[in-house]
């Protein structure tokens, strides 16, 4: 594999959705999109594995921008395909640039990097990223204001044979302050179905976002996973970010 | 029957342990920040001696021997704040990842530390609360100044090391830390060098082969310069040479990044 690095046919690493916006929270999405940046081709990928869940989280961009409409705050997405760099885990973690997707699948783009093409991949879409998130949360605690990070991220129905059950789980380690009052509020609903750090848990799994930006300054936040199926169409990732929204406990 | 009854309170700060930082030059705007996760070797009060003897405590288990002078001398020469922590890294380590066994090490150096075995999860939280979240709010608050100033800020974190361990001598005087950001340690090794001066280049650990948390969650992970500085404990164990290593480093120290 030979170098990396972004071209400006390329874009921008992470797109800041309405910076401007003046608001104690801010909505991150990861796994936004499922580009991928012009050097790299194709990863040795087929095209529609870049559709399916292992290259991004389907559906989960609109839920972050209507979300962040509603709230009236900015939001962070990431601007490529988690395959490339995962922002959501350490740098130094095999998942950064994970050879072998949680499904099993091999992804040969990912084989054999050097040092120094990890580190430019790092450089163009990690730093970057998380910087923009540190800046965007520094901006509101020097409001004099406690930020408050939702991170928006969509799931699969079924996972190595294992059907979810749940619409939607709410992810949380110590900090209840977030997830507590949504997983109540959106049971209140009755037909949904809420997964208490499902399908898999943020207190046995550090996921970086929210650990460093929030959880490990005593910052509340919450990670929502939805389920892709009921976010597949822009009308239902409407309907879900005015369930979220409404969900969002007003004054923490 | 109650014998096996844990009855001891949940870990709590009290007013005459003091805060849980210490803020140095506070008010100086500077590009510089200087932390010491490993200042001092002071117990919470409610944690009594950890159960582990008092000399324990003089040791580099404890704390860093004679980073905290340097790290004031050093900030006075930058003109720059600097972050000192205010507990033994035995009660807690800033400088680990929330989920590493070693935040609240139930053995440090071959030492068991009957205080840190079986820790309720109410104390844990707790402690971490006191004396991990806001030290780190008050460095990511500190770099963040920086950057709302438009300028881009440079971390500095200043450690020491033991002159022996296992049975080796380490042979460095001073040692730089990098993981991927060469920009400060690179002319920084070589200035040192140029004084003639024993420098370990990522000894005498390496950045690069084990994550800690202070400078690579605040700095390295967002792209800010940065650098780890380890001084051998038995060079700076007086003022005058905690002085003296501070305008060593000054002198070497690239001061346009």
Not at chain 1, 222 to 244: C, F, G, N, Y
Not at chain 2, 3 to 8: L, W
Not at chain 2, 166 to 191: E, N, S, T
Not at chain 2, 208 to 231: F, I, K
Request: net charge negative; glycine share 6%.
């Amino acid at each position: 594999m030979s170098g990396f690095s972004l071209t400006e046919a390329d874009g921008p690493s992470c797109e800041h959705y309405h910076a401007g916006r003046k608001s104690r929270w801010l909505v991150v999405c990861d796994h936004a999109r499922n580009k991928i940046p012009l050097c790299l081709g194709n990863l040795g990928l087929a095209p529609e594995v870049m559709e399916q869940h292992i290259a991004y989280d389907v559906g989960a961009e609109g839920v972050a921008r209507q979300l962040a409409d509603l709230l009236q705050c900015p939001a962070l997405l990431h601007g490529f395909c988690r395959l490339v760099v995962d922002p959501n885990n350490q740098p130094d973690t095999p998942g950064i640039m994970r050879e072998i997707a949680c499904d099993g699948t091999e992804i040969p783009g990912n084989r054999n990097l050097s040092a120094a093409h990890k580190q430019a991949r790092l450089d163009a879409l990690f730093r970057p990223y998380h910087r923009a998130i540190a800046d965007a949360m520094a901006a509101i605690r020097a409001r004099g204001e406690l930020p408050l990070l939702v991170s928006v991220h969509s799931c699969t129905p079924e996972l190595n044979g294992h059907q979810r059950p749940w619409h939607i789980g709410v992810l949380w380690n110590q900090d209840g302050r977030l997830a507590l009052p949504v997983m109540k509020s959106l049971e209140a609903a009755g037909d949904i179905r809420v997964g208490d750090n499902q399908p898999y848990s943020a207190q046995e799994t550090r996921f970086y976002t929210t650990s460093v930006h929030a959880e490990d300054l005593g910052t509340p936040s919450v990670l929502l996973e939805i389920r892709h199926d009921v976010i597949a169409t822009p009308e239902q990732q409407k309907v879900w970010a005015r369930r979220i929204f409404s969900a969002l406990p007003e004054s923490v | 029957m109650d014998s096996c009854v844990d009855t001891k309170p949940v870990f709590r700060l009290q007013p005459e342990d003091g805060p849980s930082f210490e803020r140095h030059g506070a008010r100086r705007n500077s590009r510089w920040l200087l932390v010491c996760d490993h200042a001092r070797n002071r117990v919470p009060r409610c944690l009594g001696d950890m159960g582990v003897g008092a000399p324990e405590f003089e040791r580099h288990l404890a704390y860093d021997i004679g980073a905290e002078g340097v790290t004031r001398h050093l900030a006075d020469l930058l003109d720059a704040p600097a972050l000192i922590h205010g507990f033994t890294r035995l009660a807690l380590d800033p400088n680990r990842q929330l989920n590493d066994p070693a935040l609240m090490p139930p053995v440090s150096d071959g030492v068991v530390i009957p205080a840190n075995r079986h820790i309720s999860h109410e104390e844990q939280q707790a402690r971490i609360d006191a004396l991990f979240r806001p030290y780190h709010l008050a460095i990511a608050d500190a770099l963040s100044a920086v950057r709302m100033r438009g300028e881009l800020p440079i971390l500095l974190s200043i450690h020491s090391f033991t002159p022996e361990m296992d049975g080796f001598k380490r042979p460095w005087q001073v040692g730089v830390l990098w993981d991927r950001d060469k920009r400060l340690a690179a002319p920084f090794i070589k200035a040192l060098e140029e004084e003639g001066l024993v420098v370990g280049d990522n000894e005498p650990y390496s950045r690069q082969s084990y994550r800690t948390y202070t400078v690579e969650s605040h700095a390295e992970d967002l792209g800010l310069p940065n650098l780890l500085v380890e001084v051998r404990q038995d060079l700076i164990e007086t003022e005058a040479q905690q002085k003296a290593w501070a305008e060593r480093l000054f002198k070497a120290l690239p001061k346009e990044v």
